[in-house]
């Protein structure tokens, strides 16, 4: 995987929904910007604290000159949305990764897809719906919001090639047409693959609910989660080149220690959710607070996430 970061021109900027912007990323001189997958996301360094954060590419795998991002104003976030909602305008200049893909669309898994989007969910979920559409594939997207003037694409998805494949479910919009979660997704129907993004606890209603699905048809990505580290204890963290240990106490992450001694972990969420600052642990028994890693993943034991997972005793980092 390629470090080198891209300067893109935000082209367009507009007001998409209450709350909700969108940003159109061209490159500067008109050139194509390299390919991306139906889920990327890329990485954006906030102009004036150089913050690293994370969102996905809402527009078709198959538009070569843009990327297009939605960015819902958060109060309660870490700043990096009300940064970019603050301060980036149209013209601007931005630095940004290539795109990467943690939450692949498998488009020859399956015959039919279930798309389940909450809120600002729709992102990833959106360039999946166009690319279904382009194969041909059978799909449908649920997207549940709070009310229609908080949701994001509306007009796009009423006037889309696939319009017919859309429901909407908007919280004060009566019971009648609320979703059902357990109902759509309680068995699973043959020969179908499930998506769901959203906020931790629609994410969690739709993965208890596919509880009896084969864990392979079950793909989902995380935007935020409810952190509680109440639990937490300090342990020590050797660096195999050095063999330097380093003690991680319990109110600190392992990523936030390292960086204070000179160790740089690239890191973007810092709750666990998008895979940037994955390590390999060559020994050490992790205890995982992530919502990125597969459980296959975390049995086998060999990578940790950092920014928020922690260690039994001693743990050894390939560093």
Request: charged letters at 25%; a negative charge.
């Amino acid at each position: 995987m390629t470090t080198e970061l891209l300067t893109v021109k935000v082209a367009k900027r507009a007001q998409e929904a209450a709350g909700i912007i969108t940003l159109e990323l061209v490159d500067p001189a008109g050139n194509d910007l390299p390919a991306f997958t139906a889920g990327s996301h890329i990485d954006v360094h906030l102009p004036k604290t150089g913050t690293l954060r994370q969102y996905s590419l809402w527009n078709s795998p198959s538009e070569t000159h843009r990327y297009c991002l939605g960015i819902l104003r958060d109060p309660d976030s870490r700043g990096g949305s009300l940064e970019i909602h603050d301060s980036v305008k149209e013209g601007d200049l931005l630095k940004i990764s290539q795109p990467r893909n943690h939450f692949h669309l498998q488009e020859g898994a399956a015959e039919q897809f279930i798309l389940l989007a909450g809120g600002i969910g729709i992102t990833p979920l959106l360039s999946m719906a166009q690319r279904l559409s382009d194969l041909g594939k059978a799909f449908e997207l649920h997207y549940c919001s709070r009310s229609e003037q908080r949701t994001a694409f509306v007009d796009q998805l009423k006037s889309s090639a696939f319009a017919a494949n859309v429901k909407f479910h908007f919280d004060d919009a009566g019971d009648e047409q609320l979703l059902d979660i357990p109902s759509l997704v309680g068995t699973q129907p043959e020969a179908t693959s499930l998506y769901v993004c959203g906020p931790q606890g629609f994410m969690d209603a739709v993965i208890d609910a596919a509880s009896n699905w084969n864990p392979t048809d079950v793909h989902r990505e995380y935007f935020s989660v409810n952190e509680d580290h109440e639990n937490d204890s300090s342990f020590k963290v050797i660096i195999n080149s050095t063999g330097q240990v380093i003690d991680i106490p319990e109110d600190s992450s392992i990523t936030e220690v390292l960086e204070e001694q000179g160790i740089d972990i690239p890191v973007s969420c810092e709750q666990g959710v998008c895979g940037t600052c994955m390590t390999t642990v060559i020994e050490g028994d992790i205890d995982h607070q992530d919502f990125f890693l597969t459980d296959p993943e975390k049995e086998a034991g060999d990578v940790i996430l950092p920014c928020c997972s922690r260690a039994k005793g001693t743990l050894v980092l390939d560093l």
